[in-house]
């Protein structure tokens, strides 16, 4: 439940009951969410956190401290530690609305979201964009169908209702797959097979980023045991498999995949696909912000200093939704971006502000050389980003297909926003979230011209579906008093 | 698509300044009668209005002197699909203005009567039963209404893109990209000058849309338009609810239902325009006060869900009629812009007038209360 400030109770600040706009509004509560709340509230600032789950935790800590598993343990240390941070970010002094959808967010510090059905506005100086990252997308032929989910979905079921489904065919590449493949199994789940798709040269490509992986050797055995544990269990895991398709017509019926220049196919009815996770766009994009395409991890990213701030210098990006460069490394720049918002806010010197950065700047940084490894290492296959068959579905809401995108770039859609226009793609209520990176790089295909000369779509609010009466009743949101206690 | 040489697009008969619909249809109308036309753009072509508008086909409600213009352009409409080859996405429903009260009966039967004695019998009042056959999902406030039957919408940018593309059939070049920075008469031949380019014409057409003003007095005419950023918002899809085209006789409403279910909302509510920058802001409020409006009049919208909302950068003159017609100041230039939000339904009549002018040196149309000098002091 959202709880809002009692207004006229006991303030002390008087500058803060005459402002109506915050000092610092942060969007997501997942690890640099939460981390840059701590760091922010301090005596003098106001800070919002506005998030969509009830709960805190963001989607690697989601329901850490309410999971519906008689032992969260088996989820692994990495989402338990999660419960430290979720504890101390609900003892700090920002104000937590959650379970609200934040809509739209300008770069004048206009906020808007949907809270119990009405339309909700507060203003801040200073903005921090952490809204995480989203599975990319997997683009193969019958992605599309009934029984195809993401891997993370199924992640999401196992962590909010514990829920498993058994006999499910797990496809795709990198080490998140794998975590949930075993997050599976050891709760007793029956996996029909993990269908490996990172290619062979992979390996050898990532052996020059080895040294680097090597001053994070605690990351890389991670990973190396989760696929021993998998192995353990004897589930069938196929490597180096290729030309992925979902069987069926109106429903997933299995999948078909070639390995070594042979044909092989598996009946299944549920099939969970992964190939890593790019940062969630819409909000930095519709903020107008400066956008590269990022070749080693092949996905947008906002333009970024160290400090995390975005071409805008108000507006801070932090996590994975600045780049995929995990929990510990979101946990820091959380940090980091409060630190340089509080020296903007002159409550910091910037001489304190870098001292106190130091150490998690230098972490962020030791942290680059294994990314670099695992990016490497987990590349997805062009053929899983770029659809060449002509009958993919590539917009899943407006269901239109390579073959239609291909007759409007003839027909004059060269760009993105002209290829909407023209076709639809990307006019559907995700906003471009399941197409964008693919059109992005099938022009570029087409074009045979760089993915960033090619660009991205010109993104609007609403970020998310808003009903008409939810519009229309509009009442604004201010920092009128201190936070009064929570209740969990 | 035809094959156009370097000198062909960099001197022709006709240089067209602007690539939105009035520039696309007067490329078509003047290729199609042999004359060499280049249209130039400085983004791409139906970028802006011409692309985002809310594709509104409308005689009715027109002002009286806009009234020919649109019965032309209405009928072409009826045929374009065909004549261009292409779909423009027009769908004839009619539109329908309601009356919420006994005022706006008197304002419509007062239209009525000077429609009538000009001539006019396109607009037809309805009473309130026949807004409940048309309607039947309206608000129970309402009392009545008026229809213009031939009234539809069509898809802009597809629309906009059908003449370019027919146009191009025809031989026309687009350039798109190119910006213009300077204008010159020199001898008979307009010079006209963008960042890598020079294009030389014996004629020029402004149809410069949101721009068209600094065009106008690089030609040497001043006018007093203002730009603006109309806002339109469009829902996910639900059950049909609407057939006609839905406004309001003295209320910010207007909409749409498409084939696929979704609907578009209007309104003419206002947004921040930054021209400089090609982009708009939303003003929230005011949209906050459309979905309102909507709601009080189609009750079954409240549960509508907003997919998305843009605005796109208007030109506006103070009397929000067009500027139409050829320069005051210079010899063999014209001008077609500042439509104030309702020139997409002109496109197919614009370029035809522009064609005639150029071609026959005069329009069947009187422009007179069009021309682009209307605003200047005659006395001081």
């Not at chain 1, 993370?152 to 058994?166: F, I």
């Not at chain 2, 001043?222 to 006609?244: D, K, W």
């Not at chain 2, 005069?362 to 605003?375: A, H, Q």
Request: aromatic share 6%; glycine share 10%.
């Amino acid at each position: 439940m959202t709880e809002f400030f009692t207004p006229g109770s006991s303030d002390s600040s008087a500058e803060e009951s005459s402002s109506i706009s915050y000092d610092i509004a942060i969007i997501g509560a997942g690890p640099a969410g939460m981390s840059a709340a701590i760091t922010a509230s301090r005596a003098s600032v106001s800070v919002v956190v506005l998030d969509d789950k009830p709960r805190s935790g963001g989607q690697i800590y989601r329901n850490v401290d309410a999971s519906p598993l008689p032992d969260a343990e088996v989820l692994g240390p990495d989402y338990i530690k999660g419960a430290e941070l979720t504890t101390r970010f609900r003892r700090c002094n920002a104000h937590h609305i959650r379970g609200v959808t934040v809509w739209h967010v300008g770069d004048n510090g206009e906020i808007l979201f949907s809270d119990n059905g009405t339309t909700k506005r507060l203003t801040a100086r200073q903005i921090i964009v952490a809204t995480g990252a989203m599975e990319r997308p997997f683009p193969i032929p019958g992605w599309h169908l009934p029984g195809v989910m993401s891997a993370g979905s199924a992640q999401v079921m196992l962590k909010s209702d514990g829920l498993v489904r058994d006999e499910a065919i797990f496809a795709g590449t990198g080490p998140l797959l794998y975590l949930i493949v075993a997050q599976y199994l050891r709760l007793g789940g029956k996996v029909k097979a993990l269908i490996d798709t990172t290619p062979k040269q992979n390996y050898l490509h990532s052996m020059t980023e080895l040294s680097g992986a090597m001053r994070a050797p605690g990351m890389l055995i991670k990973g190396v045991g989760l696929l021993n544990e998998i192995r353990k269990s004897g589930t069938k895991i196929v490597s180096f498999a290729e030309d992925l398709k979902i069987l069926g017509e109106e429903q997933a019926e299995g999948l078909s995949y070639t390995r070594g220049g042979k044909e092989y196919s598996l009946p299944a009815s549920h099939i969970f696909l992964h190939q890593g996770v790019i940062p969630n766009l819409n909000m930095t994009q519709a903020l107008g912000l400066e956008h590269d395409w990022c070749k080693q991890q092949l996905c947008w990213k906002p333009k970024l200093n160290r400090w995390g701030q975005s071409s805008k210098s108000h507006i801070a990006v932090a996590g994975d939704s600045g780049g995929i460069i995990g929990a510990d490394s979101a946990a820091a720049m959380g940090r980091i971006v409060a630190l340089n918002q509080l020296v903007n806010l002159g409550v910091i010197s910037a001489l304190e502000g870098e001292s106190e950065a130091a150490d998690d700047l230098t972490f962020v940084a030791s942290q680059q050389r294994f990314r670099r490894f695992i990016d490497r290492l987990y590349r997805p296959l062009d053929q899983q980003r770029i659809p060449e068959s002509p009958g993919t579905v590539v917009c899943r809401c407006e269901e239109r297909t390579v073959a239609d995108l291909k007759k409007g770039f003839e027909l004059g859609g060269r760009e993105p926003n002209q290829l909407k226009s023209q076709t639809r793609c990307g006019m559907g209520p995700c906003q471009g979230r399941m197409c964008g990176h693919t059109v992005s790089e099938l022009l570029a295909n087409w074009r045979n011209q760089p993915v960033a000369d090619v660009g991205y779509y010109r993104l609007r609010s609403p970020m998310r579906l808003v009903t008409l009466a939810e519009l229309s009743q509009f009442t604004d949101v201010t920092p009128k008093a201190k936070k009064t206690e929570e209740v969990n | 698509m035809s094959v156009n040489t370097t000198s062909q697009k960099l001197s022709s008969d006709v240089l067209v300044i602007g690539g939105g619909i009035q520039g696309a249809s007067t490329a078509y109308h003047l290729a199609q009668r042999g004359v060499s036309v280049t249209v130039l753009e400085k983004d791409t072509v139906s970028r802006h209005a011409s692309g985002v508008n809310a594709g509104g086909v409308r005689l009715l409600g027109r002002n009286i002197a806009e009234v020919e213009l649109s019965k032309a352009a209405m009928q072409r409409w009826q045929q374009l699909d065909d004549e261009l080859d292409a779909d423009t996405g027009f769908r004839r429903r009619s539109l329908i203005n309601i009356a919420a009260d006994e005022n706006d009966l008197d304002s419509l039967r007062s239209r009525e009567q000077q429609m009538h004695s000009l001539g006019y019998f396109h607009e037809v009042m309805l009473d309130k039963r026949e807004l409940l056959e048309r309607l039947p999902h309206v608000a129970d406030h309402c009392v009545g209404g008026v229809v213009s039957e031939q009234d539809g919408y069509a898809i802009p940018f597809h629309s906009t893109q059908a003449f370019r593309i027919a146009a191009e059939r025809l031989g026309a070049c687009f350039c798109e990209g190119e910006l213009v920075e300077q204008i010159r008469k020199v001898g008979d031949s307009w010079l006209v000058d963008t960042k890598t380019q020079q294009y030389q014409a014996e004629h020029l057409v402004n149809c410069a849309g949101a721009w068209g003003d600094l065009i106008s007095v690089m030609i040497g005419d001043n006018v007093p338009m203002s730009y603006s950023a109309p806002m339109l918002m469009i829902t996910a899809r639900m059950p049909h609810f609407a057939g006609p085209v839905v406004g309001a006789v003295s209320r910010p409403l207007s909409f749409k239902q498409f084939e696929n279910g979704t609907v578009l909302i209007g309104g003419g509510a206002k947004g921040f325009a930054d021209r400089a920058n090609n982009t708009t802001r939303l003003d929230y409020s005011l949209m906050a006060n459309g979905a309102r409006n909507a709601i009080e009049f189609f009750p079954i919208m409240k549960t509508a869900c907003i997919n998305r909302m843009w605005s796109g950068l208007e030109a506006y003159m103070p009397d929000n009629l067009p500027v139409l017609g050829k320069s005051m100041r210079a010899e063999k230039a014209y001008h077609a812009f500042a439509f104030s939000a309702h020139g997409f339904q002109l496109g197919p009549v614009i370029g035809e007038v522009m064609a005639d002018l150029i071609t026959q040196g005069e329009t069947r149309f009187d422009l007179e209360p069009l021309r682009v000098n209307r605003y200047e002091r005659k006395t001081l």
